[in-house]
């Protein structure tokens, strides 16, 4: 199968997200990109702020709250919790198909120029661009239903809006570079 | 200058690192990857855990305590801190270069079969393989000469060395598995 018809085919599939549904703030991202004959997205995710509890490995691991959008007090109220519950603020990080190595090279460079830490996923059957962020927080929140921050909670709220806010406003630059880019 | 001067010019130059030596516990596959004619390695941390403040860019961005082993409950007491201190642990995080895309391929394949979020970091004129675990923690230690965190310092203690040891025995497997990989 050629790049065009994995293009049109998984273009066609639904999302198969854990939210179900693609972050507003990323549609304009993912129009320009699959409107060029080079590239399909195949994942993203806009930002996030998530209590989870578990292993870390995918099926061992339980997502208490999340969210997409900024947060207040409120989100890191938790009523029962049980054992070790950590609190996570995960970047902008946006998976792209390339038609080839030039394409890639292409995308890479101006990624780069916001996003650093973009790479190539694999030179396997698929050519793979993953475009991320690097604003991040990973601390445990409670242990045993004790909560473990001892700052007040506005300032914890205060840490978590402001990196969100950080990721969103990458995220409008990086639609404005990305349109421009295509268009000249 | 080919792949060949490359490697030999590199491989003379003196560590430039902030820690000024090679990690013990990474020695081994620096050398099972520089012994490879395909490859040499450009940077390497074999995991490490500080305390910092600033923007967490590079040169806005002071260390006030760093260790790349496991630690004690002192670590985390500091006499006067001032400002937001964070706490962070890093994984392993390694740089080959390769000689070509074909040898990118071959270390890509064998990188992800552990860190799955090993890649490729550019198209351009040198191809680096950035080798990487997912072990992380990224919070707030210290506000205005507050300590943040509310539960026994040990616990803290214990969490941090928890995701070291397994950034430790990461390294292990992986310098087992490109160590036969090169004999086969």
């Known amino acids: 199968m050629n790049f065009d018809n994995e293009k049109k085919t998984f273009l066609e599939k639904e999302d198969k997200s854990k939210k179900g549904s693609i972050d507003a703030r990323v549609i304009l991202i993912l129009k320009v990109?699959?409107?060029?004959?080079?590239?399909?997205?195949?994942?993203?995710?806009?930002?996030?702020?998530?209590?989870w509890q578990g292993s870390g490995k995918k099926n061992e691991t339980e997502w208490l709250k999340v969210s997409h959008e900024l947060v207040d007090d409120d989100f890191f109220i938790l009523e029962n919790p049980n054992g070790l519950v950590w609190l996570r603020v995960e970047p902008f990080i946006l998976h792209v198909a390339c038609r080839d190595l030039a394409a890639v090279h292409r995308l890479l460079i101006l990624?780069?120029?916001?996003?650093?830490?973009?790479?190539?996923?694999?030179?396997g059957k698929k050519l793979i661009v993953e475009v991320r962020g690097s604003e991040f927080i990973e601390m445990p929140l409670y242990n045993k239903g004790r909560f473990l921050f001892a700052g007040e909670i506005s300032f914890l709220t205060a840490l978590v809006n402001a990196k969100l806010t950080a990721v969103f406003l990458g995220l409008e630059r990086f639609g404005r570079l990305i349109e421009n880019s295509h268009k000249s």
Do not use: E, F, I, P
Request: aromatic residues 12%; proline residues 0%.
């Open 111 to 123: 990624a780069r120029m916001q996003y650093k830490k973009s790479c190539l996923l694999s030179l």
């Open 33 to 51: 990109l699959n409107a060029h004959q080079d590239y399909y997205t195949t994942s993203s995710c806009s930002g996030r702020v998530y209590l």
